[in-house]
């Protein structure tokens, strides 16, 4: 009787545990009056649990200003949050239940594509708008999904021209090592596609994945180090490393001696939190492409950023206040421009929204004026490429002139 | 007798003169230096920078002038290199060091601050910055600056300059130096028209195998322009030296390799054997064991970082005990909550150990937030040591090495060589005998428990100098450290010990054939084969059951 009473309390406590943010949902939604439900769909356990409580908390704010200044068409905004705990099957089970029980109006979510892949199924069966708010790798069109960041043919191979331009260093050898998943292994097709035309022989790339949560990168490291030796020119790392695996990169590149001088790193998933606890003075210069690095100087960053840092201390979060990255800028684009687009549609209808957010342009703390393509329901964003610096951040080597216009189907992919 | 007087009073006359002429002469040269160092600095700021430029007069200026003025330069580059430097509005150059906003040209503090970013170098800027402050580096009187900044100088060959180089070499007392500098100048040479100068740059290069030269010895073959015989001879015979370094150079690096990832799974899965192996205990909360030393790990660092500042590379060694008994101390907390009741009773064991694994992990979660906790590594772990071209040991490797040794030694002392590892040994294999003897089951377990768990923390402890911290850092080793454990046999160290080594080692060498995903399949279809064949494990130990 003992033991099974001691089971049935641990089992009991175990679920509650797990899906504690979910019940106190529950709870708040009875006591507000008929509020407009916003559902999050962030991890915040396992492997992506560092990166997604970063956006499920930028949203949760963001939610709070648009309450404060009247919520959006006379209702209170409330976001429900969810715990897919990393778990990409998880995502599509998590989502269903915000739209059939939670009766979302949208949702925000997802980091990894293959979450973002698991949970498409479920937005378009069911009519639903997901707001997501990564860099990925594009070849995908869906009226169901806001795709908030740039395809890669409009971020990523900017940077890559530039890496191969004279000030950039002249690149001519390409060593890409990525996460075993979708989005590394599109990033790199395309990439090969693309130095295909830029004369760039087969013999100058190498091609590597690890699997997801890698932490041993010694024998990788030494293969680069010997890569860019070989002849043929100037070598750089294309990496699509995510998650845990970055900071563990780093860290043996820097024990390995590699510098950014001899042989740069462009992170296309590197965000300034994968720097946090890591010395970055030998990492100075390797580099990073995104929509927006948090150095850029005009009064809506600013704002944005005081805002954040605020809200972190009020609210005794575990983040770091004076950090935010790209994808937490978008969350908080995406959610604005809803809200700018139910109220302008006075519906939260998913036809209606989409509907009036064609063309609509957003205020971006990058310091653009983002605009949403009325055809691929893309943002057009601007461009940026960032280079590490000895505080743990990233300065802004390089930004595009103005948004640039997405292309979701990369011309450089083939069959 | 009159002329020393004469000269005396001479001397009373012409003292202050003199001292008053040095003083002028020293404020002149402090302004000529002013100028000099404002055109040294001038086209870094502004519309059509030339920063490629100043760098090319910033060694220039090192090489002629005094050491102030050396060290001012070092200052500008140190300025470049960590991003200090800002370029205000009226174009002019400041270094920001934190607390202030210096002048560049007079180090002195400006009143008016700039909140402009950073000046952010492009690629090219930065390997010139690299190969510039090498260069003044050679300057420095401390040998080993003067040792690394060669090592830099040979990276970058191709774009040194050669002259400022042969200067420095004449002057430069340390041997070692003196040869790093001279391959660099022989990188060069192979480039020369005098077949004396190939022959000479073709030995030297030879003599320092690294991929860099096998690669500058490829390309001299490869030009169409290469028709002397005795050239390509030499080139070819230093290429085939190059290549047998290499390999060799190669194979110790992936034993080197193995090893070190040998030492991660022998330290995550030893808390296990002892747990899993002699008690029996499926316990999936074994990784959160190792997440909590990591935790206590930091918990001493941030101590010892506001405490005890002096002493703070200390830090791991002090973890180390404290680790070990927060966590043993755990591991007897939840045997006495939770494993007790059920012990042979596997399935209830291994949902009740799962439930504690989450709910240890949300805990940490709510206490230090899922973010990676920041970690200062020891000076001493930071970086590595090349022990000969092509092979580098990182120091933090050696010592999971090392510590990994050390706690299988004295794991294995314990359980073979003590009166309380005989205790362990006579409850695991026949619980019933023991008791009746009069062996105290229930408190052995408990301690043994503990011991796993303790072993467990001191995992934590090293990973936190491998690994990033964060609180599900546990999960992905504790599949790893059953596979270990199962593998070498329940109940056996040496075995446990053994399997470590066997799936670092062959994950190791067949990652640089077939990439890492490979790697981690095969090592799992290995271990099907052999638990298939060998169902209790490479190594079983007698039991009477």
């Known amino acids: ?415 | 007798m009159k002329r020393p007087t004469m000269l005396r009073v001479l001397a009373w006359l012409m003292g202050p003169l003199i001292l008053f002429s040095i003083f002028c002469m020293s404020a002149s040269a402090q302004s000529v230096s002013i100028e000099h160092r404002t055109v040294v600095l001038s086209g870094l700021c502004g519309d059509g920078a030339t920063p490629g430029l100043v760098l090319t007069r910033l060694v220039t200026h090192a090489l002629s002038n005094n050491e102030k003025e050396q060290v001012w330069v070092r200052r500008i580059i140190t300025a470049l290199k960590e991003g200090q430097l800002i370029c205000n509005d009226s174009d002019q150059a400041l270094i920001n060091d934190g607390r202030s906003q210096l002048n560049a040209i007079t180090l002195e503090a400006v009143l008016q601050k700039s909140s402009n970013p950073p000046y952010v170098p492009s690629m090219v800027i930065m390997r010139k910055v690299a190969i510039t402050s090498a260069e003044v580096n050679l300057f420095s009187s401390d040998q080993s600056v003067r040792r690394e900044a060669a090592e830099q100088i040979d990276k970058f060959y191709s774009l040194l300059d050669a002259s400022v180089i042969t200067q420095i070499l004449k002057n430069e007392p340390d041997s070692e130096v003196r040869s790093m500098l001279t391959l660099a100048l022989a990188k060069r040479g192979l480039k020369s028209s005098d077949k004396k100068d190939q022959l000479a740059a073709i030995l030297a290069v030879s003599q320092s195998p690294s991929q860099a030269s096998r690669t500058l010895l490829s390309n001299l073959l490869g030009d169409k322009n290469l028709t002397d015989p005795e050239l390509k001879l030499a080139s070819q015979t230093a290429i085939r030296h190059i290549d047998q370094w290499l390999l060799f150079a190669n194979i110790c690096s992936i034993l080197f390799s193995g090893l070190s990832y040998a030492s991660i799974l022998l330290l995550t899965a030893l808390g296990l054997s002892v747990i899993f192996g002699l008690m029996g205990v499926i316990n999936l909360a074994h990784g959160e064991f190792i997440t909590i030393g990591a935790y206590s790990t930091f918990i001493v660092e941030q101590l010892m970082k506001s405490y005890a500042p002096a002493y703070f590379d200390a830090y791991i060694f002090v973890a180390i005990p404290i680790a070990f008994c927060v966590c043993a101390i755990f591991g007897m907390v939840l045997e006495y909550c939770v494993i007790r009741f059920l012990y042979r009773r596997p399935l209830e064991t291994l949902l009740a150990t799962w439930a504690v694994s989450l709910a240890m992990i949300k805990s940490i979660q709510l206490l230090f937030g899922s973010q990676n906790v920041e970690f200062i590594n020891p000076a001493f772990l930071n970086g590595g040591v090349q022990v000969f071209a092509g092979f580098v040991v990182t120091y933090n490797r050696v010592f999971a090495i090392i510590l990994a040794l050390l706690i299988f030694t004295a794991t294995l002392l314990i359980i073979r060589h003590t009166r309380f590892g005989l205790l362990i040994r006579a409850t695991t294999q026949l619980r019933d005998t023991a008791r009746s003897l009069g062996v105290p089951a229930e408190r052995i377990d408990r301690i043994s428990f503990g011991l796993g768990a303790g072993l467990a923390g001191l995992a934590g402890v090293v990973l936190t100098q491998i690994a990033s911290v964060n609180p599900s850092m546990g999960t992905s080793f504790v599949i790893d450290a059953f596979m270990v454990v199962v593998l070498g046999g329940a109940g056996s160290l040496i075995g446990t010990a053994v399997s470590s080594l066997a799936l670092g080692e062959i994950n190791q060498w067949i990652e640089p054939l077939y990439g890492s995903v490979t790697a981690k399949v095969a090592v799992l279809i290995i271990i099907v084969l052999i638990i298939q064949r060998r169902p209790q494990g490479l190594f079983t130990s007698k039991t009477r059951t």
């Open chain 1, 1 to 415: 009787m003992k033991r099974r009473n001691f089971l049935s309390i641990a089992g009991a406590g175990a679920v509650v545990a797990s899906s504690s943010s979910l019940s106190m949902s529950v709870f708040a939604a009875e006591s507000a009056t008929d509020p407009i439900k916003i559902g999050l769909l962030f991890s915040q356990s396992g492997t992506m649990a560092n990166n997604e409580s970063l956006l499920k908390d930028t949203a949760l704010m963001t939610i709070d200003q648009i309450n404060a200044k009247g919520g959006v068409l006379g209702k209170k905004v409330q976001g429900v949050v969810v715990d897919p705990a990393s778990d990409w099957p998880m995502y599509a089970q998590l989502g269903k239940q915000l739209i059939q029980q939670d009766k979302v109006a949208a949702m925000f979510g997802c980091w990894t594509s293959v979450s973002r892949k698991s949970v498409l199924p479920v937005v378009e069966s069911q009519d639903s708008l997901l707001f997501y708010p990564l860099h990925f790798e594009g070849e995908e069109q869906s009226k169901n999904v806001v795709y908030l960041n740039s395809p890669p043919s409009s971020s990523v191979l900017p940077a890559i021209e530039y890496l191969m331009g004279e000030q950039g260093g002249d690149a001519k050898r390409f060593f890409m090592l990525g996460s075993d998943y979708v989005w590394p292994r599109t990033i790199n097709k395309m990439l090969k596609g693309y130095l295909k035309t830029k004369n760039i022989p087969d013999s100058a790339l190498r091609e590597q994945y690890v699997p997801f949560g890698h932490s041993n990168f010694q024998t990788i490291i030494r293969e680069i180090k010997e890569f860019a030796a070989q002849p043929g020119g100037q070598a750089i790392v294309v990496l699509t490393v995510v998650g845990d695996s970055i900071p563990a990169l780093f860290k043996e590149a820097i024990n390995q001696g590699v510098r950014a001088s001899e042989i740069p790193i462009l992170g296309l998933d590197v965000v300034d939190s994968d720097l946090e606890g890591l010395d970055t003075k030998p990492l100075v210069g390797h580099l990073s492409c995104w929509c927006y690095f948090q150095n850029v100087e005009n009064p809506l960053n600013q704002k944005f950023k005081a805002d954040w840092a605020s809200y972190v201390t009020t609210n005794k979060l575990k983040h770091r206040p004076d950090m935010v990255i790209d994808p937490m800028v978008s969350t908080y684009i995406g959610l604005n421009l809803w809200a700018q687009a139910a109220t302008k549609a006075k519906s939260t209808q998913t036809a209606a929204v989409r509907e009036a957010m064609a063309g609509m342009e957003v205020a971006d703390p990058a310091g653009y004026t983002a605009k949403m393509d009325p055809t691929s329901q893309y943002l057009w964003r601007g461009d940026m490429i960032g280079s590490i610096n000895a505080k743990q951040g990233f300065d802004i080597l390089w930004k595009s002139k103005d948004i640039v216009k997405p292309i979701p189907f990369s011309p450089y992919i083939t069959g």
